[in-house]
């Protein structure tokens, strides 16, 4: 895999970085800036996860727990103690960490489905646990954003919150952050010893690599960039409960995210994100189906036509579904894998 | 005092419906090494099964059972074959998302077509009750707990007496030991998870009448389905019997004494500690 | 110098004793061949050195330390370290790769790592492959590129089992010339291996197990003449 990894020149990386710093400045559709967001959300969380799931090899059906974590504590600190949220993600990210070597002391002692189990069982317990202890989180009344103070970062001065251009921002510079990380870890020592232990976890031991150090390692840092994806996503919506933020439909997403692009790769979270996100956000406001109608596929006051217009938003989470089967029958390394053996492929023809 | 026997003897009772819920994932298991994601919903397609058999055809929960039972075993076996057959050789995390996945599928597809909205299956015996011992209980759950015993006694003569089920067993105690023998495993799969669907989906009916039906019910299911599978040994029927008592107990009493809202808590705690401290379960052998 | 000193290590399974009562001293420098039949407690006495899993009874004294209970990361690090019957390579990782992993126990820099990692390939005649994922090599180069991992964590001791498992004879004859390279450079080595042309060529003692326990014990020659070792290997009677 080391090998065989599709790595970008750095011009062309250079070039995408500059595009996205500069697409507030000419695109002015809020509508793409929400897109853009959530996909750098969900970058941050699908790399995030690879770290633990795709390098080290323990596949987390539990990753919520983080992410609502950081976006609990942000929030609360926030709204009941006034605390700005630039301050609130770090002290987010701290009790993700301490949340993560709690879990991890308890789950790493187990493999593979079992592993997955526990990591699913604290991951309820937490958001059971956020439900029934109304008195510090409000429980499944949730928490809503009043007031955002001003921020001055730079030389400027952030005011105006319900512009998406700040979340934005601070969305691209985490998840530039967490590739960057991302890249790092797996060139350096850690990364190597990652690798190992998903590879086979007994010879690693005997070369002298101390398993339950790293697995932690790998899930402390996995465990902090979650959370600071859930602390900008709770601070942008501006509202969170125990179902949205915790919830083992946000697990599953996240790992999908991880492994629809392609599982320990670097693009493969972007690549995961960059088809789940719009596809999600497509069928959700109703555009496949308007699509649909309006190419003269579908006639609109056709029984076909109706229902697809009434339920295709609905169905999202159902073409998740499908969309997963058909990944993992037909393309288990990934869409990223997919593309690269059809590359190989064609190049040998 | 009473509070505390009569919450013993639900969950006793309802621990005999989850025991069939954990018997059918531990035997597919067992048999395909496959951690199926995808059990609470077998068991939500049971409910509806079941309630639309009562609604459009009048037909009694606890009697349909006839019908779901067949119809689901031949749908999971269909599963079996069409979809999870060709992951079975492939990494494990590959099967826990297909089953996931599949998972999805089922529950969203029935969300598209019955709506979210929660259904319930009203007989006229569902809010009935019985006083057995100076304690009340209730009715359906005494009958479900009556039928659970005679599908358990009649799983352990299929598994014990006929060739089939010693077939089966012997798959899941060594595949290769048994592919040499003779035994087609790939037939024992099919028919492990047939079996393990028909079993999630008749407890499906069987608690139809007393719990609230909609798409998402399942899942609450699978995470206790695992959990009654680990506590009494992965592969091991007799040890999810057992389970699924203790869990009905552990759930019921739990929700008394912490308040309702702990009880999944109470559930996943004692998950824990048995992954923990005894992740072969309390009567299984360790396959890891 | 007894690098290695085994004294009545016993392993039990349940009722089962795997090895029982154990007892042997490997002097640094030497190749001390462990040979016996499938199911003599070959394997079980490897893991118990190593770690993998703790003795029942007995202790294990590497360069004067006791080892009992130490996890096989930290044995590692003491200078001891094991290649495993079923061959286990890293799959997904490259042939280089590999051996980085094992380099990387003495170092911290990656860098490094690679250049002693690049060393031990070429010295087993790997170095061609290097960019290969590992699970593309065949058998034989399987076997060669766990030694070079292995020997990337610098060793005092290195436990071989059944290195020569599988392999044709022009592979045997080159990791024979390998554990002899071994031995020249100092390392010392404790060998399990069927072949028992092979054993007498390289140990310089032989411990024999039999049903977990120690049969016998000597240089090759009078192991080989040996009528309990004969009897164990072909059964009774001629």
């Known amino acids: 895999m080391t090998n065989r990894a599709f790595r970008p020149a750095a011009p062309l990386i250079a070039l995408v970085v500059g595009i996205?710093?500069?697409?507030?400045?000419?695109?002015?559709?809020?509508?793409?800036?929400?897109?853009?967001?959530?996909?750098?959300?969900?970058?941050?969380?699908?790399?995030?996860?690879?770290?633990?799931?795709?390098?080290?090899?323990?596949?987390?059906?539990?990753?919520?727990?983080?992410?609502?974590?950081?976006a609990y504590t942000t929030m609360m600190l926030l709204q009941f103690r006034q605390v700005p949220p630039w301050y609130g993600v770090w002290a987010g990210a701290a009790a993700a960490l301490v949340i993560a070597l709690i879990i991890g002391s308890i789950c790493f002692r187990l493999r593979g489905p079992y592993f997955v189990l526990a990591s699913i069982a604290v991951a309820e317990i937490v958001r059971v646990s956020a439900l029934n202890l109304k008195n510090i989180t409000n429980g499944a009344e949730g928490i809503l954003v009043t007031e955002i103070p001003p921020w001055t970062v730079g030389g400027a001065t952030i005011t105006d919150w319900q512009s998406k251009v700040p979340f934005y921002y601070v969305g691209l510079v985490f998840a530039l952050v967490v590739i960057l990380v991302s890249r790092l870890v797996r060139s350096s020592k850690l990364g190597y010893y990652f690798q190992a232990i998903r590879e086979d976890q007994d010879a690693a031991h005997s070369l002298g690599i101390n398993l339950t150090l790293y697995k932690n390692a790998a899930l402390s840092i996995s465990a902090i960039f979650t959370s600071l994806a859930g602390s900008l996503y709770a601070v942008y919506v501006g509202f969170i409960d125990p179902s949205t933020v915790l919830g083992l439909d946000l697990s599953v997403q996240i790992l999908m995210i991880g492994i629809i692009g392609g599982v320990g790769t670097i693009l493969?979270?972007?690549?995961?994100?960059?088809?789940?996100?719009?596809?999600?956000?497509?069928?959700?406001?109703?555009?496949?189906?308007?699509?649909?109608?309006?190419s003269g596929l579908v006639r609109e006051d056709s029984a076909v036509g109706a229902f697809l217009k009434e339920n295709l938003a609905h169905a999202h989470v159902l073409i998740y579904g499908i969309l997963v089967v058909i990944v993992i029958l037909f393309m288990p390394d990934g869409v990223l894998g997919f593309v690269r053996r059809i590359a190989v492929k064609k190049a040998k023809a | 005092m009473e509070i505390f026997l009569q919450s013993l003897i639900s969950g006793i009772l309802i621990g005999g419906v989850y025991a069939l819920i954990?018997?059918?994932?531990?035997?597919?298991?067992?048999?395909?090494?496959?951690?199926?994601?995808?059990?609470?919903?077998?068991?939500?397609?049971?409910?509806?099964?079941?309630?639309?058999?009562?609604?459009?055809?009048?037909?009694?929960?606890?009697?349909?059972?006839?019908?779901?039972?067949?119809?689901?075993?031949?749908?999971?076996?269909?599963?079996?074959?069409?979809?999870?057959?060709?992951?079975?050789?492939?990494?494990?995390?590959?099967?826990?998302?297909?089953?996931?996945?599949?998972?999805?599928?089922?529950?969203?597809?029935?969300?598209?077509?019955?709506?979210?909205?929660?259904?319930?299956?009203?007989?006229?015996?569902?809010?009935?009750?019985?006083?057995?011992?100076?304690?009340?209980?209730?009715?359906?759950?005494?009958?479900?707990?009556?039928?659970?015993?005679?599908?358990?006694?009649?799983?352990?003569?299929?598994?014990?007496?006929?060739?089939?089920?010693?077939?089966?067993?012997?798959?899941?105690?060594?595949?290769?030991?048994?592919?040499?023998?003779?035994?087609?495993?790939?037939?024992?799969?099919?028919?492990?998870?047939?079996?393990?669907?028909?079993?999630?989906?008749?407890?499906?009916?069987?608690?139809?009448?007393?719990?609230?039906?909609?798409?998402?019910?399942?899942?609450?299911?699978?995470?206790?389905?695992?959990?009654?599978?680990?506590?009494?040994?992965?592969?091991?029927?007799?040890?999810?019997?057992?389970?699924?008592?203790?869990?009905?107990?552990?759930?019921?009493?739990?929700?008394?004494?912490?308040?309702?809202?702990?009880?999944?808590?109470?559930?996943?705690?004692?998950?824990?500690?048995?992954?923990?401290?005894?992740?072969?379960?309390?009567?299984?052998?360790?396959?890891? | 110098m007894a690098i290695l000193e085994i004294r009545h290590v016993s392993k039990f399974f349940g009722g089962l004793a795997a090895n029982s009562g154990v007892s042997f001293e490997v002097a640094e420098g030497m190749v001390m061949g462990l040979i016996g039949p499938n199911g003599a407690g070959k394997t079980t006495l490897f893991n118990c050195i190593t770690g993998y899993y703790p003795p029942s009874t007995g202790e294990v004294i590497f360069a004067g330390r006791r080892m009992n209970g130490l996890q096989p990361d930290r044995v590692c690090k003491l200078g001891m370290v094991r290649t495993w019957q079923k061959v286990?390579?890293?799959?997904?990782?490259?042939?280089?790769?590999?051996?980085?992993?094992?380099?990387l126990c003495r170092t911290n820099s990656v860098k490094r790592a690679r250049d002693i990692a690049a060393e031990q390939l070429r010295l087993v005649r790997l170095d061609h492959k290097n960019a290969l994922a590992a699970g593309a090599l065949p058998i034989g180069e399987r076997k060669k590129l766990e030694v070079a991992r292995v020997l990337a964590t610098r060793p005092k001791l290195l436990l071989l089992d059944e290195v020569m498992g599988g392999l044709n004879p022009a592979e045997s004859e080159e990791i024979i010339r390998l554990i002899l390279d071994i031995r020249h450079a100092g390392i010392t080595q404790m060998v399990i291996e069927h072949d028992m042309k092979a054993i007498m060529r390289l140990s310089d003692r032989i411990v024999v197990l039999n049903s977990g326990a120690k049969l016998a014990e000597g240089p090759p020659e009078e192991i080989v003449r040996d009528p309990r070792v004969i009897e164990a290997y072909l059964g009774p009677g001629e």
């Open chain 1, 20 to 70: 996205l710093l500069m697409l507030p400045l000419f695109v002015e559709s809020t509508y793409a800036l929400h897109m853009m967001i959530l996909i750098f959300i969900s970058v941050i969380t699908g790399s995030s996860w690879n770290i633990l799931g795709g390098y080290t090899g323990q596949y987390s059906v539990g990753h919520a727990a983080y992410f609502g974590v950081g």
């Open chain 1, 268 to 294: 493969g979270p972007v690549v995961g994100a960059l088809v789940l996100v719009p596809l999600s956000e497509a069928l959700r406001s109703n555009v496949i189906a308007q699509g649909l109608i309006n």
């Open chain 2, 22 to 288: 954990g018997i059918g994932l531990t035997i597919i298991f067992g048999v395909m090494r496959v951690i199926n994601f995808a059990h609470g919903e077998l068991l939500m397609l049971g409910m509806y099964a079941t309630y639309y058999l009562f609604s459009l055809f009048h037909v009694d929960p606890f009697l349909s059972i006839f019908i779901t039972m067949p119809l689901m075993f031949l749908f999971g076996a269909f599963l079996q074959k069409i979809v999870i057959n060709r992951t079975l050789a492939s990494p494990p995390q590959n099967q826990i998302l297909l089953t996931i996945g599949l998972g999805l599928i089922m529950s969203n597809s029935v969300m598209l077509a019955f709506t979210s909205d929660y259904k319930i299956l009203s007989t006229k015996y569902s809010s009935s009750s019985v006083r057995i011992m100076g304690i009340s209980i209730s009715l359906p759950l005494v009958i479900s707990f009556a039928i659970t015993a005679v599908i358990t006694v009649a799983l352990y003569w299929f598994l014990l007496k006929t060739d089939t089920g010693q077939a089966i067993r012997a798959t899941a105690q060594d595949r290769e030991a048994a592919r040499l023998m003779g035994i087609n495993v790939s037939r024992m799969s099919i028919i492990a998870f047939g079996l393990g669907s028909a079993l999630a989906a008749t407890a499906g009916a069987l608690i139809s009448p007393t719990y609230y039906i909609f798409p998402q019910v399942g899942s609450a299911f699978t995470l206790k389905a695992f959990v009654i599978t680990v506590l009494g040994g992965m592969g091991s029927v007799v040890g999810a019997t057992l389970g699924g008592v203790l869990i009905g107990v552990a759930e019921s009493v739990g929700g008394v004494y912490f308040g309702s809202g702990w009880k999944e808590v109470v559930v996943f705690v004692l998950f824990l500690l048995v992954l923990l401290f005894k992740p072969s379960g309390l009567l299984g052998k360790s396959t890891t």
């Open chain 3, 88 to 103: 286990r390579p890293l799959t997904n990782l490259s042939v280089l790769d590999n051996v980085i992993v094992g380099a």
